[in-house]
């Protein structure tokens, strides 16, 4: 049971570059969703999936697209990368269940630099 | 009305000692509030979380108190340990919901 894992670890790109930021969980978690963290501003919630098929905007999604084909992944596209989306990010994943509670498990992250 | 704000921003104590990390938040409709630990270079990690139905939830040293009044809870960790020192973030949510707001970390360093 690997849980939550991200690919890659740490990723250079530069400006209007595009990228795929994978996630995939093995625990059949419903919720999946993808946060950036910065200094001083704590995690911000860019988007998130309440099943296949299923996606919604977080506080910070512009820049940002998401899908989810399998229960398993969640992938975060960049389409264009601008120096802004320097960050790291986490994915995270839980069960479904009612409400927002039931632990939130989250991914290693991965930083990246957007020269 | 979305934000949690958290402070202090960064914490100094010794071992043995107390530390307390305050949040307070606007959303009423909020309604779990989690607290999550960081170590360097990992991923957060629910440590412990309360909903506004009751005033205390203790696990081990670890114990958040809630003030529903004053729409503020607060993260208390006793006898703290050099292991202890991580970032902590406390978060909000309501049910209906899935978004999660966070708060903007406290760094703590417990001193051997």
């Known amino acids: 049971n690997a849980g939550v894992t991200q690919t890659p670890k740490f990723q250079v790109l530069k400006t209007g570059q595009s990228m795929t930021l994978q996630c995939a969980q093995d625990?059949?978690?419903?919720?999946m969703s993808w946060y950036r963290q910065d200094p001083g501003m704590g995690l911000r919630l860019i988007h998130y999936s309440v099943g296949a098929g299923i996606t919604d905007q977080g506080e910070v999604p512009n820049g940002y697209n998401v899908s989810r084909s399998t229960t398993e992944d969640f992938p975060l596209r960049l389409l264009s990368a601008a120096p802004s989306q320097t960050s790291v990010y986490f994915c995270?994943?839980?069960?479904?269940?009612?409400?927002?509670?039931?632990?939130?498990?989250f991914g290693p992250g991965t930083r990246l630099t957007v020269l | 009305q979305q934000q949690v704000k958290q402070s202090p921003q960064s914490l100094i104590v010794q071992k043995g000692g107390i530390s307390i990390i305050n949040c307070a938040y606007e959303?009423?409709?909020?309604?779990?509030f989690p607290w999550y630990q960081q170590f360097p270079g990992k991923g957060p990690a629910l440590l412990i979380a309360?909903?506004?139905?009751?005033s205390e939830k203790k696990e081990g040293r670890f114990t958040i108190s809630f003030n529903k009044s004053a729409k503020q809870f607060s993260l208390h960790i006793m006898d703290s340990q050099p292991g202890d020192s991580a970032t902590y973030f406390c978060a909000a949510a309501h049910s209906g919901t899935y978004k999660y707001i966070f708060g903007t970390g406290t760094r703590l360093k417990v001193l051997a």
């Open positions: 309360i909903r506004p139905d009751v």
């Open positions: 959303n009423t409709a909020f309604d779990y």
């Open positions: 995270a994943s839980k069960r479904l269940g009612p409400g927002p509670t039931d632990t939130q498990y």
């Open positions: 625990m059949n978690h419903e919720y």
